[in-house]
């Protein structure tokens, strides 16, 4: 039975470094970017050719890149978003309702720079924190999926 990793980036402000690291060390199948510094998803995405991933732009970001995305990987729905147009730096009702109304399993956001990763009013809520180490320690998150169940982890 096969399995699929993701890993989850944000708020990478610039420095690439994490992420490269992450790609190199957990090999994934796919990447979510969930903005600031849109720049650095395409970075990643150039030095990455053959790896899928998704991305969303933030509050720091001035592109022509989608504010959200509903993407499936092996039969879970996820719903990313930065997070600064569900103002969650003022709580995660406004995430929660909007993953419900999507329909989506999981809702990964960033913005906050705080990792979170627990479940919430049915959904699962997943913030890897900031990839740039920006006003916090650094990280991301590794989720795995396999069949229509999945799994997520800070690192």
Not at 31 to 50: H, K, T
Not at 99 to 124: D, I, M, S, Y
Not at 147 to 154: K, S
Request: hydrophobic share 40%; net charge negative; proline share 4%.
């Amino acid at each position: 039975m096969n399995s699929m990793k993701i890993l989850v980036f944000s708020d990478s402000h610039g420095r690439l470094g994490l992420m490269l690291d992450a790609i190199e060390k957990e090999r994934p199948q796919r990447v979510f970017f969930l903005g600031d510094n849109y720049r650095d998803g395409q970075a990643l995405a150039d030095a990455c050719p053959d790896l899928a991933i998704d991305m969303v732009q933030g509050n720091c970001d001035f592109c022509a890149g989608p504010d959200e995305l509903l993407v499936e990987a092996e039969g879970v729905r996820f719903f990313l978003t930065h997070g600064h147009r569900f103002y969650a730096k003022s709580g995660t009702d406004r995430l929660v309702d909007a993953g419900k109304r999507k329909g989506a399993a999981v809702v990964c956001f960033g913005h906050t720079h705080q990792a979170l990763n627990q479940p919430e009013q049915g959904v699962w809520l997943l913030n890897p924190g900031t990839a740039g180490g920006v006003h916090s320690r650094p990280g991301y998150a590794v989720v795995t999926v396999r069949e229509g169940t999945y799994r997520a982890e800070l690192r």
